[in-house]
Nanobody, 124 residues
Framework: QVQLVESGGGLVQAGGSLRLSCAAS????????MAWFRRAPGKEYEFVAGVSRSGATPIYADSVKGRFTISRDNGQNTVSLQMNSLQLEDTDLYYCAAKSGNYVYRISTNYDSWGQGTQVTVSS
């Protein structure tokens, strides 16, 4: 399994921006579908965004469409999530996830590699 390490979380005011990064190691990054999920304590994982192996086909949750951008760098084995116009309800623990295959799925159980999570807190 690939190892994933997230970074870039923090505290930001509503309307601000943050950029999350996820570094992958120990696997064939180019063969992986990559995604970002988020989860509040005691709740289920919520799909945020996913990207195809080439990076050409990003998919977003309706709640973040137009505000967040997912991208990947297959040369650097990284995937990023640029988050703009952050809202209070974006406060969560954000996870990077990976799976093999050809398609981005929105269900967390389809992913078999996960990072440790990075906290994003949006204040008013």
């Amino acid at each position: 399994q690939v190892q994933l390490v997230e970074s870039g979380g923090g505290l930001v005011q509503a309307g601000g921006s943050l950029r999350l990064s996820c570094a992958a190691s120990g696997g064939s990054f180019r063969s992986l579908i990559m995604a970002w999920f988020r989860r509040a304590p005691g709740k289920e994982y919520e799909f945020v965004a996913g990207v195809s192996r080439s990076g050409a086909t990003p998919i977003y949750a309706d709640s973040v469409k137009g505000r967040f951008t997912i991208s990947r760098d297959n040369g650097q084995n990284t995937v990023s999530l640029q988050m703009n116009s952050l809202q209070l309800e974006d406060t969560d623990l954000y996870y990077c996830a990976a799976k093999s295959g050809n398609y981005v799925y929105r269900i967390s159980t389809n992913y078999d590699s996960w990072g440790q999570g990075t906290q994003v807190t949006v204040s008013s």
